[in-house]
T-cell receptor, first 113, second 112 residues
Framework: DTAVSQTPKYLVTQMGNDKSIKCEQN?????MYWYKQDSKKFLKIMFS???????INETVPNRFSPKSPDKAHLNLHINSLELGDSAVYFC????????????FGPGTRLTVT | GEDVEQSLFLSVREGDSSVINCTYT??????LYWYKQEPGAGLQLLTY?????DMKQDQRLTVLLNKKDKHLSLRIADTQTGDSAIYFC????????????FGKGTRLSVIA
């Protein structure tokens, strides 16, 4: 029944490792997003995909690589993790561009030690 | 670029009304949103308003938009302890691929 789901919910890893976060939506939306929420709760867009095509790529280090195998999935791979990558990462989805209603997943709390 | 500002904290007594304010800078902002985030949870879309509207009411929630002053507010009537959360204002310009821009969130604490 979950609309936007993310796995894992928690991820603890060491600096220098590579990790992935997965996102799936069952709403039939054609646009998906990754947001980063830092320790002060500030929320900022990272990427957006529309019909598997990258349409928004904010100023994000190229260690972050999104991949959209189909419209229902948007995964985030992070190489060479750094302490500053510790945050909560939210996936969201919407229908159409511009996105009138975005629905968010529960978030993945990434802790880099 | 767009800048969205909110006060960081608000404390109210149970049963009172809460008013959370937001200001934005881009006059082309067309859609304006309020999201709620409970502890450890994702963002829940509460309501949104188009820039051609002044007011929108949805049960206990009232959104007011002053487009001239670029000011958006969310009023919660009869605030309950379950309303304690962080409330984010977000704006979207109707120009294709622009992203949602969020404020830093207002932490609402409801005192019983």
């Amino acid at each position: 029944d979950t609309a936007v789901s993310q796995t894992p919910k928690y991820l603890v890893t060491q600096m220098g490792n590579d990790k992935s976060i997965k996102c799936e939506q069952n709403l039939g939306h054609d646009t998906m997003y990754w947001y980063k929420q830092d320790s002060k709760k500030f929320l900022k867009i990272m990427f957006s995909y529309n019909n598997k095509e990258l349409i928004i790529n904010e100023t994000v280090p190229n260690r972050f690589s999104p991949k959209s195998p189909d419209k229902a999935h948007l995964n985030l791979h992070i190489n060479s993790l750094e302490l500053g990558d510790s945050a909560v990462y939210f996936c969201a989805s919407s229908q159409g561009v511009p996105a009138y209603e975005q629905y968010f997943g529960p978030g993945t709390r990434l802790t880099v030690t | 670029g767009e800048d969205v500002e909110q006060s960081l904290f608000l404390s109210v007594r149970e049963g009172d009304s809460s008013v959370i304010n937001c200001t934005y800078t881009d006059s082309s902002s067309t859609y304006l949103y309020w999201y709620k985030q409970e502890p450890g949870a994702g963002l829940q879309l509460l309501t949104y308003i188009f820039s051609n509207m002044d007011m929108k009411q949805d049960q206990r929630l009232t959104v007011l938009l002053n487009k001239k002053d670029k000011h958006l507010s969310l009023r919660i009537a009869d605030t309950q302890t379950g309303d304690s959360a962080i409330y984010f204002c977000a704006v979207l310009a109707d120009s294709g691929n622009t992203p949602l821009v969020f404020g830093k969130g207002t932490r609402l604490s409801v005192i019983a």
